[in-house]
């Protein structure tokens, strides 16, 4: 079953808008994970934040986890057309080895130029 | 380096016959996991492997799947007989986990077709 939700499911900006996709999930979790999806391809790390901390960055990047509110936010700054891709939160319960993750069902982010 | 290594890319078979996905994980790493991807259940884990071993395979939906690790450099999913719902982009991917959280790294996946 699906433990993360994304919200929105699509959202369409203009180039240079920043994009903020928000993650609920629903079981205590160890770390939180964001990955992107470019059309027919594969998926791609973008982000790890552990359960113990509250916001960490990455080039234009920047991941909140609040585990009060079962609830993490993705916001992607400047936006480019190259953004264009489906992201994924994905949650893991232990962090002390091997644990495949359970992934929401994605937010469809559309970059207009 | 080369990457997740999937085989075949694209699949189409007809109902009741025997399919067989082949994985390659990075070299070096030692989890391997399978997840099948479908627009109305998203991304749903299958699988997965530590050191050979496999773990949880509590998310392989039916008997007529199973999932095999013979060595650190491959695996294979197999599904027999196949069926129509069995149309799927399926997934492997690997990691190195040492004790601490880890990401995954995933191969293009195999888009199989089930007529």
């Known amino acids: 079953s699906q433990q993360g939700e994304e919200d929105p499911q699509a959202l369409s900006i203009q180039e240079g808008e920043n994009a903020t996709m928000n993650c609920s999930y629903k079981?205590?979790?160890?770390?939180l994970q964001w990955y992107r999806q470019n059309s027919g391809r594969g998926l791609v790390h973008l982000i790890l934040?552990?359960?113990?901390?509250r916001e960490k960055h990455s080039g234009r990047l920047r991941v909140t986890l609040d585990t009060s509110k079962k609830s993490s936010s993705l916001l992607i700054t400047a936006s480019r057309a190259a953004d264009t891709a489906s992201y994924f939160c994905a949650t893991a319960f232990t962090g002390g080895g091997a644990d495949g993750l359970t992934f929401g069902k994605g937010t469809h982010l559309i970059i207009q130029p | 380096d080369a990457g997740v290594i999937q085989s075949p890319r694209h699949e189409v078979t007809e109902m009741g016959q025997e399919v067989t996905l082949r994985c390659k994980p990075i070299s070096g790493h030692n989890s391997l996991f399978w997840y099948r991807q479908t627009m109305m259940r998203g991304l749903e884990l299958l699988i997965y492997f530590n050191n050979n071993v496999p773990i949880d395979d509590s998310g392989m939906p039916e008997d007529r799947f199973s999932a095999k690790m013979p060595n650190a450099s491959f695996s294979t999913l197999k599904i027999q007989p196949s069926e129509p719902r069995d149309s799927a982009v399926y997934f492997c991917?690997?990691?190195?986990?040492?004790?601490?959280?880890?990401?995954?790294?995933f191969g293009p996946g195999t888009r199989l077709t089930v007529t």
């Open positions: 079981t205590s979790i160890n770390n």
């Open positions: 934040i552990r359960s113990n901390e």
């Open positions: 991917a690997s990691s190195f986990s040492a004790g601490r959280a880890y990401e995954q790294y």
